[in-house]
């Protein structure tokens, strides 16, 4: 099975995956990186003015005040990368194979297991609570927002107010636009603290404006459902409520590798050849948080690799350019080693790894493909 963005759903994961593989373009959170790109910096656009003037009467008409509007809406404006984003999404495709390279890599596994060790108290208590494997809960944030490093510094009446206007998915972006200033009008958060991925998903396990709405809790107690706090209590307790109430089964895993310790459950295999999986009425409930059997095996063998379980044991085949994984690996050490830096040698051939090749072939005088194969692997010995 190939998967495109669009299968990620809302933002969600995709801001923690976008850059966490060596072959992947490295895309570190803004609050990492120390500031946004230009194209997700306010640009004047008079079409979105006049869109913001006609919403602010339907806005009213929906409860938002005055005061909240224009508290909301200082300082904000048309964010054309968003709209880029957006209609991108179908182009990047990865098999399940890179997907779980990404969604389960060594240092992904690692900070969880460390992240876990610090909130080990407050993962347990909402297992007790919400009946949802405290491991589960911790996968979930590991994939949306590595663990909070990569929680996105985007303003979000700015980017749902830029793809609300734009029109491809203009209600839907609405309806979410609507939910931020209620959130506003609540008091949960201010405007400048408020703030998310490029579509308005936000906080350490990124919930859209709607599910915040929704599901998100106040666990701390202290009056505010704080998903944007530096500390994760109230994301991690808002995951576990969404999960319970979208139908987490207390007691039962999500399923397994078949052959490999599985409980019993429906037998799905995403990728033709590679290993299968049973699965569980848990496993559709992590679906409900992003719609991709991709995303919920990624979160569940993340989880039990927290826990201290091994690798997959089942194998993938050769990709369509004929190379394993440990192939992909080998030609990124090589072509590295050589002076043409792949970023990292995960064997996900990512535009860092397509880039390093195409210099490679270019310094032999090779047609500039940029495309990974075994007589490449063999030329660099």
């Known amino acids: 099975m190939i998967l495109s963005r669009r299968h990620f759903g809302m933002g969600l994961g995709a801001l923690a995956l976008s850059g966490c593989g060596a072959g992947a373009t490295s895309q570190r959170s803004d609050s990492v990186s120390g500031g946004l790109p230009a194209d997700l910096r306010p640009t004047v656009n008079a079409g979105y003015d006049t869109w913001v003037a006609s919403f602010r009467s339907r806005a009213g008409s929906r409860g938002i005040s005055q005061s909240t509007l224009a508290s909301a809406f200082r300082g904000t404006g048309y964010l054309p990368g968003c709209v880029k984003r957006d209609r991108n999404q179908t182009e990047f495709k990865r098999s399940l194979e890179d997907y779980l390279s990404i969604a389960a890599s060594d240092e992904r596994i690692n900070k969880g297991r460390a992240a876990f060790a610090r909130h080990r108290g407050t993962l347990q208590t909402l297992e007790g609570k919400y009946g949802v494997d405290a491991e589960i809960i911790c996968a979930v944030w590991g994939l949306e927002s590595f663990f909070g490093e990569r929680r996105g510094n985007v303003p979000v009446i700015s980017a749902t107010s830029t793809l609300a206007y734009d029109g491809r998915r203009g209600a839907f972006f609405e309806k979410q636009l609507i939910a931020a200033l209620k959130i506003l009008q609540n008091g949960d958060i201010t405007p400048a603290r408020m703030t998310g991925s490029w579509a308005g998903a936000m906080g350490h396990t990124q919930f859209i404006p709607t599910s915040y709405q929704a599901f998100a809790v106040d666990f701390t107690g202290d009056g505010r459902r704080d998903i944007w706090s530096d500390d994760p209590t109230d994301a991690l307790a808002s995951t ?142």
């Open 240 to 381: 576990a409520a969404y999960l319970q109430r979208n139908g987490w089964s207390r007691g039962t895993k999500w399923g397994g590798e078949v052959g490999n310790g599985a409980p019993d459950g429906s037998i799905i295999q995403p990728q033709a050849g590679g290993p299968r999986f049973a699965v569980t009425r848990n496993f559709r409930a992590i679906k409900r948080y992003n719609n991709s059997d991709a995303y919920a095996i990624g979160v569940g063998h993340l989880a039990d690799r927290i826990g201290g379980a091994g690798p997959l044991r089942g194998s993938f085949p050769p990709d369509a350019n004929g190379l394993t994984k440990d192939d992909r690996i080998a030609l990124q050490k090589r072509l590295t080693a050589k002076g043409f830096d792949t970023g990292g040698s995960d064997g996900v051939i990512g535009p860092n790894s397509e880039q390093a090749i195409r210099a490679y072939q270019a310094s032999k005088g090779l047609a500039t493909t940029g495309r990974p194969s075994p007589e490449l692997l063999r030329q660099l010995g």
